[in-house]
């Protein structure tokens, strides 16, 4: 059975950092790619991040410099470290098995809410 496990975010400060994690099972990261999301109330969802299987990283242009992906094989997870973050990065962060665009098959993580607040 195919899942994703997130785990991290919280309440951090403006320019403060925080990362997340997207543990995985039923698979292995090698073989398939992972993205990670956000959706701020009252916004669609947007791509932040991805990772493809053959370890090729990309990132929305708002995020770059600041977010970095990352993938512990061994651990068979992802994750997304990220700094410098601002309050309109207020967010609920998903990770997908997909880059950028997610189909109906794809996988999501339960979600983590992240609050960048003074």
């Known amino acids: 059975q195919v899942q994703l496990v997130q785990s991290g975010g919280g309440l951090v400060q403006p320019g403060g950092s925080l990362r997340l994690s997207c543990a995985a099972s039923?698979?292995?990261?090698?073989?398939?790619?992972i993205g990670w999301f956000r959706q701020a109330p009252g916004n669609g969802r947007e791509g932040v991040s991805c990772i493809t299987s053959d370890g090729t990283t990309y990132y929305a242009d708002s995020v770059k410099g600041r977010f970095t992906i990352s993938r512990d094989d061994a651990k068979n997870t992802v994750y997304l470290q990220m700094n410098s973050l601002k309050p309109e990065e207020t967010a609920v962060y998903y990770c997908?098995?997909?880059?950028?665009?997610?189909?109906?098959?794809?996988?999501w993580g339960q979600g983590t809410q992240v609050t960048v607040s003074s």
């Open positions: 997908a098995t997909a880059c950028w665009v997610v189909h109906a098959y794809d996988h």
């Open positions: 039923g698979f292995t990261l090698d073989y398939r790619d």
